[in-house]
């Protein structure tokens, strides 16, 4: 039997909007049938309560249509205009669907406010009201089961929100259930403060949703423990010395990653570019809601050590070497120079031809002279010399 070759992002990001997509068109239909329902034998059954749930259920229709256009932006890739993808409409989407909540449950708590102090004028429930609010629990339940599933599928943030959602709706629809029954054994007023309570219930999750976006698209971090893991991956990889500068944060159901990472300071830039090759894949690997990673490759801690920032870059530093070394006869027989820039200073490694090579002291001399030359300069530091490729302790072959 064929392993199932893992998906690329685009065929994820495809998947996350056919399934996101399916259990919004289920939820809205659902949801329909609910207000409808609700709406009309609340009046019918003359339960405020349920009238009150029906609204409730009609702004879920209107959350899940806001679910299904959500989830159809956020499965583009990244484009021209969005290089980092389209994850911020997801998060934007679950802060209207708080701000929305909020609003509708402030209007049903007022209402209900109102009535209440008119609880003795009010006509008892019918025993119609009572069944309509046992069909709502149900229907509620079995839709926060079938979005949950979905949502730990495809690990979408959204969908999960939307499943706790059709969970409190059928907490709700138990407190209507509890108010129309009261209110049927004479107890008029339990109808409306099963409205109040519906609505204090709505207002609590939609300042949850909202306060959790809003969080995101401040760039809030992932949390400590997923934060202290990245550190642990990074620092067992090969070749890297330390590390700091380390942020994350979130793009809907996506996070992303951005670190500093210290290596030795004198390998090469292919090597230290394969370290940074390979601490994002182990990220990428290890955490899987982690989409995209920039590593900035460090030859020593830039956040204690002094600062290389003013240094002059090869061609201001190489005009700058030929006027200090303009009376040495060895100036531009040398094969190549290194810079380093280290500590706030340029190190350099300067190599000649093995022609060159006299004598260990006549190379510790040449090595002398050229440090001493560089006293006016003080941006350059320590100067190594090398001879046909084989370093010397001391910066001469000997």
């Given amino acids: 039997m064929k392993d199932t070759p893992p998906m690329d992002a685009q065929q994820h990001r495809e998947l996350r909007k056919q399934e996101s997509g399916r259990v919004a068109i289920v939820g809205a239909l659902v949801n329909v049938i609910l207000s ?51 994850g911020r409409f997801e998060t934007a989407a679950t802060l209207a669907l708080g701000a929305f909540l909020v609003l509708v449950a402030g209007g049903i708590m007022w209402d209900s406010f109102e009535r209440l102090f008119q609880a003795e004028h009010v006509n008892p429930p019918r025993a119609i009201a009572l069944y309509a ?15 949950i599933i979905v949502a730990r599928r495809i690990n979408s943030e959204l969908l999960r929100a939307n499943a706790w959602h059709h969970r409190s709706d059928a907490v709700s629809s138990i407190v209507v259930l509890i108010g ?12 409306l403060a099963a409205a109040l309570i519906v609505g204090a219930m709505v207002a609590k999750i939609g300042w ?90 460090d030859p020593e801690d830039d956040e204690t050590m002094p600062t290389c920032k003013g240094l002059p870059l090869r061609e201001e530093a190489e005009a700058r070497l030929k006027d200090a070394w303009k009376d040495l006869s060895c100036l531009g ?15 350099l490694d300067i190599f000649f031809p093995l022609d060159c090579y006299i004598s260990r002291e006549a190379a510790e001399k040449l090595q002398a002279t050229m440090q001493l030359s560089l006293e006016n300069y003080p941006e350059f530091g320590e100067v190594k010399l090398y001879f046909g490729g084989a370093a010397h302790p001391n910066g001469a072959q000997p």
């Fill in 36 to 86: 409808a329902v609700k709406v009309t034998v609340g009046i019918i059954g003359n339960s405020q309560a349920l009238i009150i749930d029906g609204i409730h259920s009609l702004s879920d229709l209107l959350t899940d249509i806001l679910v299904l256009v959500a989830s159809h932006q956020a499965s583009h890739g990244p484009d021209e205009n969005h290089p980092y993808g389209h």
């Fill in 133 to 147: 609010a046992l069909f709502s629990i149900l229907a509620n339940e079995a839709l926060y089961w079938y979005t």
């Fill in 180 to 191: 129309v029954g009261g209110a049927m054994l004479g107890h008029g007023w339990l109808d």
């Fill in 208 to 297: 949850d949703l909202g306060w959790s976006a809003m969080r995101e698209l401040v760039d809030e971090s992932l949390e400590e423990d997923k934060v202290e893991k990245i550190r642990h991956i990074i620092t067992d990889i090969p070749g890297v010395s330390s590390l700091h500068m380390l942020r994350t944060r979130r793009q809907g159901h996506e996070a992303m990653a951005d670190v500093h990472v210290q290596v030795n300071p004198r390998i090469s830039v292919s090597e230290g570019h394969m370290i940074a090759i390979a601490v994002e894949e182990e990220i990428k690997a290890e955490i899987e809601e982690i989409s995209d990673v920039t590593v900035h490759i």
């Fill in 333 to 347: 027989r040398q094969d190549g120079i290194l810079l380093h820039y280290l500590g706030g200073k340029i190190d």
